[in-house]
């Protein structure tokens, strides 16, 4: 109540942030938390670049804080913003903000649903707003140019996208966690094959360097090999990535 206030709203928001420059950890706790609820609502970017300055922490219960909040931000309709916040800061981030980040964006991969299809369970979150900013022949996705005809602006999401998965995957810290949701999406296509061909667009951007190559190929050749639930999707991911054994 006190942020929607015109007048004490300054006032509130110099405390939480006062709380988030202490060194006492609950504080900054209850600073993410404010943030997260009671600030991104009303004032989207003062809040998100609050929860920025938490990500540069050791601490767990810091982190916890701060990754609740963003996803509170992300499922409570800022989703593009959000998205679009990480891959701004994700160039200059270092150390524990960088390990924070990407766990923070790993998370916000195990999320599904976005309102503005009728087929939205169907969809991982992340890899919609990958979709629907890809680019192709006539410079839109046919998602986005759905989402344009309806009046809407479609996000450019997909370098982002690509940019923080190459790095999870790429990260000592998060590629067992990377490659444990990547595995899960292509599961998830083998079991609702609305986003498939997505996923393959995004396995192609992934699909980057040898290593890379040789990464992912091992990993879908034992989804796709599967003697109990051989997986159609990573069959055709195979197919398309060239994989040198």
């Known amino acids: ?21 202490t060194g006492d950890r609950y504080r900054r706790m209850t600073a993410g938390l404010a943030w997260g609820v009671g600030v991104i609502p009303l004032y989207p970017v003062v809040g998100l670049r609050g929860l920025r ?10 982190r916890t804080t701060t990754e609740v909040a963003l996803l509170m931000a992300f499922a409570g309709g800022l989703r593009s ?9 994700f160039p200059e981030a270092k150390g524990a903000e960088r390990s924070n980040l990407l766990g923070v964006f ?9 309102e503005e299809r009728p087929d939205a369970d169907a969809w991982p979150s992340v ?9 192709v022949p006539g410079g839109t996705s046919s998602a986005a140019a759905a989402s344009v005809t309806a009046g809407a602006r479609a996000p450019r999401s997909y ?24 595995k899960s999406w292509v599961r998830w296509a083998d079991d609702r094959g609305e986003f498939r061909e997505s996923l393959l667009d995004l396995i192609d951007f ?14 879908l050749e034992l989804l796709a090999d599967d003697r109990e639930r051989p997986s159609h999707t990573a069959d055709l991911a ?3 990535v060239l994989y040198v054994i």
């Open 53 to 62: 300055r938490l990500l540069r922490t050791e601490d767990t219960g810091v």
């Open 238 to 240: 195979l197919s398309r």
């Open 127 to 135: 890899l919609w707003l990958f979709d629907r900013s890809l680019p």
């Open 159 to 182: 370098v982002d996208v690509v940019d923080l998965w190459r790095a999870a995957l790429d990260s000592g810290g998060t590629r067992k966690e990377a490659l444990r949701v990547l």
């Open 1 to 21: 109540m006190a942020v929607r206030d015109p007048v004490v709203a300054p006032h509130a928001m110099g405390l939480v942030r006062s709380w988030a420059a």
């Open 106 to 114: 790993l998370r916000l991969c195990g999320l599904r649903g976005i």
């Open 206 to 219: 992934l699909a980057e360097g040898e290593t890379a190559v040789r990464r992912l190929g091992y990993h």
């Open 81 to 89: 913003m959000v998205l679009d916040a990480l891959g701004a800061w």
